[in-house]
């Protein structure tokens, strides 16, 4: 049975984690924003999902699970914010377009278009640091449409979908 003293051991349960989105971003866009660190401002995000694959063995009628090698979701989407200036828009229609060249169709390195490293930062309500989870080889996939609405007193969001390749917890 469940004591009320572990229940309130849960913590500030009506509470949601606050967090912070920085981003370190390739050489060439910190050039242009002048910063290594590029901080924006999301609305909303998540952390990304991880598993492990499987691996099966069957033998005499049975069949035995067994964990196989860290998968994760490779796939990570935000919704950034953003204002009347078009800094936001373009510093991410700017990084995209590193990926390739349009008018020629040249592809470019992948080290010229990733982000050196994407960090989200769970913290309490004091800004103190409680879990940083870092994305590693992330790139922008998709930048979504951005819904624009004369009968919305809505801000504006740039929902941005990232690809990477693994993520670290600390």
Not at 16 to 31: C, F, H, K, M
Not at 88 to 107: K, N
Request: hydrophobic share 35%; charged share 20%.
């Amino acid at each position: 049975m469940i004591t009320i003293e572990e229940v309130r051991g849960l913590g500030e349960i009506l509470k949601s984690y606050q967090w912070e989105l920085n981003i370190i971003p390739p050489s060439s866009v910190a050039a242009t924003i002048g910063s290594d660190i590029l901080r924006l401002y999301a609305d909303s995000a998540s952390i990304p999902a991880i598993g492990s694959g499987q691996i099966q063995v069957s033998s005499g009628g049975h069949t035995l699970n067994y964990a196989g090698k860290a998968e994760y979701s490779q796939q990570w989407s935000v919704q950034l914010r953003t204002y009347e200036n078009l800094d936001t828009i373009r510093l991410l229609r700017d990084w995209h377009q590193l990926q390739w060249d349009r008018r020629t169709g040249a592809q470019y390195p992948k080290a010229d278009y990733e982000a050196v490293a994407m960090e989200v930062y769970l913290t309490d309500s004091f800004k103190n640091r409680l879990q940083t989870y870092s994305i590693y080889g992330a790139y922008i996939a998709q930048i979504g449409e951005v819904p624009l609405d004369y009968n919305s007193n809505a801000q504006i969001s740039i929902p941005c979908t990232f690809t990477f390749d693994w993520m670290n917890t600390e």
